[in-house]
């Protein structure tokens, strides 16, 4: 029998606004993630953890926090979260008071156990800028962090994406010190993924050798415009978050990583029927 595989659930960019306004005037993100919750709510198995990847409130203020806290309050897993560039670290702090962050003050940086992982919350925040870099007690809080263990596979989230994209300008707000994160990841083999957020897409590729990923947002995607045909828009898409699932095995365990959508969709239907035969 496989054994049981530890899930970490990744939402990011929720964007929660004041009750009743809308995100550029379209968009109801507090709509969103109540569905969002709702579908990490009804997973089997259910996810062990939800990582929050950055932007948990938009303008911010005090009054997102709370509703913020209204709208998660019925989610029946643990989270945490990192804050993005729409955050404030104090009042991330203070809404947020439970959390075990690494400093006493500034970064909001985290480490959680969840079963044979550790899971690793980098904070790319900087203050009043909408593009991210990691401080040197970041830095150097995460290289120690790394290397108390050879062996324990170690996933890291961070708001900010350490590489390009090819959507300009959210390129130019990407995380602006990668080459300080990618000597550190190169140097602790036992990182099996950077996870990021900020573009409300979903999309993949590699970086110091690893496996690097963006997080699909519950309610609106960046418009995936790769020529700078547009001015910087969004769309509404189809909402999404990320799992990523680590399975052990006799070769030291493997990462995958599913997209999972939100919302109702037909199914499932059996592929074969009562006799055996594909249907």
Known sequence: MMSKPTIIAQISDLHIK????????KVDTAKALERCVAELNALEPRPD??????????TPTPGEYEHLWRLLAPLKIPFIGVPG????????????????YAHASGPLDQARTVGPLDVILLDSHVPGKPYGT???????????????????????FLHHPPFRTGI???????LHNAADLAAIVRKHPRVRIVAAGHVHRATLTTFAGTAATICPAPNHAVDLDLAEIRPPS???????????VWF???????????????????GPHPFFGADGKLL
């Not at 990691?134 to 890291?156: N, V």
């Not at 300009?168 to 990407?174: A, G």
């Open 168 to 174: 300009t300008h959210m390129d130019v707000q990407n």
């Open 134 to 156: 990691l401080e040197t007690a970041t830095l150097d809080w995460l290289d120690a962090t790394l290397g108390s263990s050879k062996e324990r596979p170690a996933l890291l």
């Open 248 to 266: 052990p095995d006799g070769e030291g365990g493997h990462l995958i990583t599913h997209q999972v959508p939100i919302g109702e969709f037909d």
């Open 234 to 244: 969004f769309r509404v898409e189809p909402p999404a978050f990320h799992l990523h």
């Open 85 to 100: 560039n729409h955050d404030a670290r104090d009042m991330m702090r203070a809404a947020f008071p439970d959390w075990a």
């Open 18 to 25: 004041a009750p009743g306004k809308l995100a550029y005037n």
């Open 49 to 58: 953890l939800v990582v929050i990847s950055g932007d948990l409130v938009d």
